[in-house]
């Protein structure tokens, strides 16, 4: 059964940087698209990013494009997410998930959270001075 285990959270000064990882066990990530969400204190769960299978697409919102980046090495089982020049508003809890459908659709839709199957239990990112 596959499950996704997220890492690389922390405390961060804004304007800086971290890595997050998702890591898969108990089956290759190989055929799926991955999408990374959010969610802040007392607000509804929003997109951030989504990786198609084999890495060749990807999406972004608005709230972050041209600061993060989002890759994938099947080898590893392991999608990651880039996020620089972080912002307070970025703080929360940051999860990833496999999609069901392509990553466009998934961006498309406004980023449905419906379109995610398996999620992982998530990691904090706080971004303050």
């Known amino acids: 059964q596959l499950q996704l285990v997220e890492s690389g959270g922390g405390l961060v000064q804004p304007g800086g940087s971290l890595r997050l990882s998702c890591a898969a066990s108990?089956?290759?990530?190989?055929?799926?698209?991955i999408g990374w969400f959010r969610q802040a204190p007392g607000k509804e769960r929003e997109g951030v990013s989504c990786?198609?299978?084999?890495?060749?697409?990807?999406k972004y919102a608005d709230s972050v494009k041209g600061r993060f980046t989002i890759s994938r090495d099947n080898a590893k089982n392991t999608v990651y997410l880039q996020m620089n020049s972080l912002k307070p508003e970025d703080t929360a809890v940051y999860y990833c998930?496999?999609?069901?459908?392509?990553?466009?659709?998934?961006?498309?839709?406004?980023?449905?959270?419906?379109?995610?199957?398996?999620w992982g239990q998530g990691t904090l990112v706080t971004v303050s001075s």
């Open positions: 998930a496999t999609a069901s459908v392509m990553c466009a659709i998934v961006a498309g839709s406004g980023w449905d959270p419906r379109y995610l199957e398996v």
């Open positions: 108990g089956s290759t990530l190989d055929y799926y698209a």
């Open positions: 990786i198609s299978s084999g890495g060749g697409s990807t």
